[in-house]
């Protein structure tokens, strides 16, 4: 998770998360713009890349 936040950070975007036992979930979306942008699918990307 603080990968996934370093991340956010930089990208200045604050996805939503959720975490259960043994499960994260993240929401992302650009509240300001009341759904999804470039700017999510960006992060989306970045964050997948955390796994590698």
Known sequence: MNAVVEV????EHHPDI???YNKVRLIL???????LTELDFALA???D????
């Open 29 to 35: 979306s650009t509240h300001s713009k009341g759904g």
């Open 45 to 47: 990307e970045r964050i």
């Open 18 to 20: 959720d975490i259960r």
């Open 8 to 11: 956010a950070e930089d990208e």
């Open 49 to 52: 890349t955390l796994a590698e």
